[in-house]
């Protein structure tokens, strides 16, 4: 087993991707609301993302129970040698990530909310992952992931253009924060079984599918209705239509999971496949509407 490709896979290519998609979200914000976009801010902010991202991914394997693998099929020497070289690399992600918000306050661009989002970044890491808080043990990991990959992402790609924070970000982050919340649990739904019989903690196994199921469908609910209701609070419906044209992959979501709960065989890879393009459309249409307006 190559130890630089068992990392790339603790890494979570992709969480690293949805980090990366929401970041540029974050700058389509600014970018909407006047602010000239700064590319060096945009770059090192990206950098940054991904590198949080990815040691978030490292030290959750770090701390994982001895007895559970970290990729399939490994020997015990090779599970030492790869936790070791993930802790390792987990570190330097975090230490260069330490260097890069050092640049960007040379750069004159780390305001306070900048720094509260780093502030909160690593926090969330920490207490995902490392004992003796670990939430990744504790059946609530989907919620800060979520937070992680969406909330942070957003924040810090607008907050390094624009400076101080904006209710347009709230309205995104707390909408797409649901939405991949919900999406977080159908991707668990296949190994809810073998999660049971390794007695590991999730979202799953901790309120049980039935409970999940109404709690993936009142989420998908909450995040369309932040975005209906964004007009209320003065944006313009049109920004935000653009991301209704997923509601045919929230229902046809709700409808498969509907149908398995049923006791219909579950159809695991359109699940998995549906649940991935409702997020990941939803905020490339957003990005899409924000950038070229």
Request: aromatic share 8%; net charge positive.
């Given at each position: ?14 969480h ?33 993302a ?5 040691s978030m ?16 099929g ?10 070791n ?14 260097f ?8 004159g ?13 690593l ?12 939430i ?5 990991s ?37 939405l ?24 799953l ?13 009142l ?54 496949a ?20």
């Amino acid at each position: 087993m190559s130890v630089l490709r068992g990392l790339t896979g603790l890494a979570r290519p992709l969480h690293l991707g949805i980090a990366a998609a929401t970041y540029v979200l974050g700058v389509g914000l600014a970018r909407y609301l006047g602010n000239e976009t700064n590319v060096r801010m945009l770059g090192l902010g990206l950098l940054g993302a991904l590198l949080s991202q990815a040691s978030m991914g490292l030290l959750e394997c770090v701390f994982r129970r001895t007895g559970d693998p970290l990729v399939p099929g490994e020997t015990r020497e090779e599970r030492r040698v790869l936790r070791n070289a993930a802790l390792y690399a987990s570190l330097a992600a975090l230490a260069a990530v330490g260097f890069i918000t050092y640049v960007i306050f040379t750069a004159g661009g780390l305001t306070g909310p900048v720094f509260i989002n780093q502030l909160l970044a690593l926090i969330v890491i920490l207490i995902f992952a490392v004992p003796p808080l670990r939430i990744a043990d504790r059946g609530l990991s989907e919620l800060l992931l979520a937070v992680q990959m969406a909330h942070v992402p957003i924040s810090a790609g607008f907050l390094l253009q624009a400076g101080s924070p904006h209710p347009l970000v709230y309205v995104c982050t707390g909408s797409l924060t649901l939405l991949l919340v919900a999406t977080l649990v159908v991707l668990e739904f296949p190994r809810f079984g073998e999660d049971l019989s390794h007695s590991r903690a999730t979202l799953l196994t901790r309120v049980g599918w039935e409970n999940a199921l109404r709690i993936h469908h009142l989420l998908i609910a909450g995040a369309y209705l932040m975005l209906g209701a964004a007009p209320l609070s003065g944006f313009a419906l049109e920004r935000f239509l653009p991301a209704f044209l997923t509601i045919p992959f929230a229902v046809l979501q709700v409808y498969l999971l509907q149908q398995m709960a049923g006791g219909a065989r579950p159809m695991w890879t359109l699940m998995r496949a549906n649940a991935l393009a409702l997020f990941v459309l939803t905020v490339y249409l957003l990005a899409l509407s924000f950038w070229f307006h």
